[in-house]
Nanobody
Framework: QVQLVESGGGLVQPGGSLRLSCAAS????????MAWYRQAPGKQRELVAG???????QYSDSVKGRFTISRDNAKNTVHLQMNSLKPEDTAVYVC?????????WGQGTQVTVSS
């Protein structure tokens, strides 16, 4: 079993910052993908940022230059630093890891950007 626990969501004003964290535990040997997705009401889930199997990073065009993904391999944790937040960033942010080609999803954390 794999458990993913996300934290760091909340309400922030436009232009503000939040840092999301996702801690993986359980049978996590062999993680090769760690990523953040988001889903806004009425929209499909989309990739925000992630580490690919080769270790490189990728970002959605909508967050490039504002969001930064990082990982702590020793703690099996992936973070998402979100700066210059916009109302359109409002969504449930969900952590995903892939272990030996099997995807695992967290429960999600709500991020609301509003004045």
């Amino acid at each position: 079993q794999v458990q993913l626990v996300e934290s760091g969501g909340g309400l922030v004003q436009p232009g503000g910052s939040l840092r999301l964290s996702c801690a993986a535990s359980g049978s996590i040997f062999g993680i090769n993908v760690m990523a953040w997705y988001r889903q806004a009401p009425g929209k499909q889930r989309e990739l925000v940022a992630g580490y690919t199997g080769g270790g490189s990073t990728q970002y959605s065009d909508s967050v490039k230059g504002r969001f930064t993904i990082s990982r702590d391999n020793a703690k099996n944790t992936v973070h998402l630093q979100m700066n210059s937040l916009k109302p359109e960033d409002t969504a449930v942010y969900v952590c995903k890891v892939v272990i030996f080609a099997t995807p695992y999803w967290g429960q999600g954390t709500q991020v609301t950007v509003s004045s």
